[in-house]
């Protein structure tokens, strides 16, 4: 008997990249993002702006995606979009457009938490990238998100440590607005912290129980510190940015490795993967590599592409739950609070 072709479409709204991609039987045949350069200005995302500009770019975006797969809609499976958690406005845009996709091709309509499709994005088939056995530990670490995950099985996941206040691509993001870098600023921090001294400047780790995080005081101190080298130099930043940017990348990983450390201690678990935008940062990558060499971690790091916000992660997602049959009612609705 021949094995069925399943044809997922899947959408990503939840922040300020419009994502369409097309898998076929857990293979991406096309993942295509359209970014918003417009937030530059403002040095964040800006909530209105965002929705925007995902009801401009949503259906090219699909179009592209189908086009790019050489996929006819006709031959879809089933429509996977992202529920949440995220920026309302922007999650709307998306899951209205599958909501009336699904409804008009008359197929499953799928929805996907974007936290489970961080994680769940190393089972995308790629050649030269394995998959973490279960149980594993995942570490998502992005601009809205800071977790450590416990996870038992696709579906089934503990969150067993998470951010209090700012999330790790936040702390990199103000940090580069206090030295004056453009946003996003955490790609700037990561180049210029390969040319710099990781110990020239000291930055107290911020005392947080257990195995959650804090990245606020940190950013606090960051700020007086800048200030208060200024006052005595005013071109003190120009002189040492490279040796700051080092100095605060480094505080940031060891933060990070610090509480994967103890999370390995505590669960036992010594496979680690992480997700999300931040874990294309080159020094948190070495980080890892190194904890393999002295700890005895088995380290998994998904492609490139499917780190940041994408639609690939979420047709995987999308792929995993129609073999299970585990479909969405019409009647579902976005939500940006989302929990795993």
Not at 221 to 234: G, M, V
Not at 322 to 330: K, S, T
Request: charged share 20%; with cysteine; hydrophobic share 45%.
């Amino acid at each position: 008997m021949a094995t069925q072709n399943i044809y997922i479409l899947a959408i990503e709204s939840s922040c300020d990249d419009t994502a369409a991609s097309v898998m076929l039987n857990g293979k991406i045949l096309s993942n295509v993002v359209a970014g918003q350069s417009i937030h530059e200005a403002y040095g964040g995302v800006v909530p209105e702006l965002a929705s925007r500009a995902h009801q401009q770019n949503i259906v090219p975006v699909v179009h592209q995606a189908l086009k790019k797969a050489n996929v006819d809609k006709k031959q879809l499976s089933a429509i996977a979009f992202t529920r949440g958690p995220g920026l309302m406005g922007s999650l709307l845009v998306g899951t209205s457009f599958a909501k009336s996709l699904a409804f008009g091709l008359d197929i499953p309509l799928i929805d996907v938490n974007h936290m489970q499709a961080h994680i769940l994005a190393h089972f995308i088939d790629e050649d030269g990238f394995e998959k973490p056995p279960f149980p594993f530990l995942a570490m998502t670490i992005s601009g809205g998100h800071t977790q450590i995950v416990k996870v038992n099985s696709y579906f089934d996941m503990d969150v067993i440590g998470e951010t209090i206040d700012d999330a790790v691509g936040e702390a990199f993001d103000k940090s580069g607005k206090i030295l004056g870098l453009g946003y996003p600023a955490g790609p700037e921090i990561d180049k210029r912290a390969k040319l710099g001294n990781p110990k020239a400047f000291k930055f107290t780790k911020p005392k947080v129980e257990g195995l959650n995080f804090s990245f606020s005081g940190l950013k606090t101190a960051i700020l007086y510190f800048i200030q208060k080298e200024t006052k005595a130099n005013p071109d003190f930043i120009e002189q040492h940015l490279n040796d700051i940017c080092a100095s605060i990348q480094y505080t940031i990983i060891g933060i990070l490795i610090d509480k994967l450390k103890l999370a390995v201690k505590e669960t036992g678990i010594t496979h680690i993967a992480i997700g999300g935008g931040v874990s294309a940062n080159t020094g948190i990558r070495q980080a890892l590599k190194n904890g393999e060499a002295k700890f005895g971690w088995t380290t998994y790091v998904p492609k490139f592409e499917f780190t940041t916000d994408n639609a690939a992660m979420i047709a995987i997602v999308g792929y995993l739950k129609y073999l299970e049959g585990d479909f969405a009612a019409q009647s579902v609705t976005a939500s940006s609070r989302l929990k795993i």
